[in-house]
């Protein structure tokens, strides 16, 4: 399967402490995103990684890609109740057969706990 | 960015009947998705639909089940045909609109009960 696992599944933590999500992936990819989701609605895009970036920034958001292992992780920084939501990594393929294709992950269920 | 809304939101439905449901773009995109989101669970890809061409099915999705239309470069439809309780999801579009390849924006998704 070409879908990323999400680890943990879900996380629990107070106000203003940081949340690590990890993302692992089996094939070769073009980059890799991660979405929000709040309660079961529309999933919103918060940032995209390519295969040839190794960090990206993106306001309390740090995603980080290493190919060699496969595997990704989205620190969320100074967390707040409102962070409170499913976290899905998704890998776009190579070109080719599988154009505009993603591949959704589990997800992690992080609570974020006034 | 694109701006998408689906219609209807949510809806309750009996078993044997058929449920289409709406996606529309507030600009012209060539390629848009369709997912499924059983309860507690991941997005699956259920087709791919280009303007002008038949839609793209993937795995374990088969066009009698799932017929898609893609009249113009701004709207779509998805038919859960012949529904049972297994078919209870949510069901979300998506376009590919952003500015890398592959970034996707999804609409609000349509939660379909079957009873």
């Known amino acids: 399967s070409q879908q990323g696992e999400e680890d943990p599944q879900a996380l629990s933590i107070q106000e203003g402490e940081n949340a690590t999500m990890n993302c692992s992936y089996k094939?070769?990819?073009?980059?890799l995103q991660w979405y929000r989701q709040n309660s079961g609605r529309g999933l919103v895009h918060l940032i995209l990684?390519?295969?040839?970036?190794r960090e990206k920034h993106s306001g309390r958001l740090r995603v980080t890609l290493d190919t060699s292992k496969k595997s990704s992780s989205l620190l969320i920084t100074a967390s707040r109740a409102a962070d409170t939501a499913s976290y899905f990594c998704?890998?776009?393929?190579?070109?080719?057969?599988?154009?505009?294709?993603?591949?959704f992950g589990r997800g992690t269920q992080l609570t974020v706990w006034p | 960015s694109a701006v998408i809304s689906q219609k209807p939101s949510r809806d309750i439905c009996q078993r044997g009947t058929s449920l289409t449901i709406q996606c529309q773009v507030d600009?012209?995109?060539?390629?848009m998705f369709w997912y499924r989101q059983q309860p507690g669970q991941s997005l699956t890809l259920i087709a791919t639909?280009?303007?002008?061409?038949?839609?793209?099915?993937e795995s374990g999705f088969v066009i009698d089940k799932f017929p898609i239309s893609r009249p113009n470069l701004t709207f779509s439809t998805l038919t859960v045909s012949n529904m049972s309780p297994e078919d209870s999801s949510i069901y979300l579009c998506?376009?590919?609109?952003?500015?890398?390849?592959?970034?996707?924006?999804f609409g609000p998704g349509t939660r379909l009960t079957v009873l």
């Open positions: 094939t070769s990819i073009n980059n």
């Open positions: 998506s376009v590919e609109a952003g500015f890398s390849y592959n970034e996707q924006f």
């Open positions: 990684i390519r295969s040839n970036e």
């Open positions: 998704a890998t776009g393929p190579d070109r080719g057969s599988t154009l505009g294709r993603l591949y």
């Open positions: 639909a280009n303007q002008g061409s038949e839609a793209t099915y």
């Open positions: 600009s012209q995109v060539t390629m």
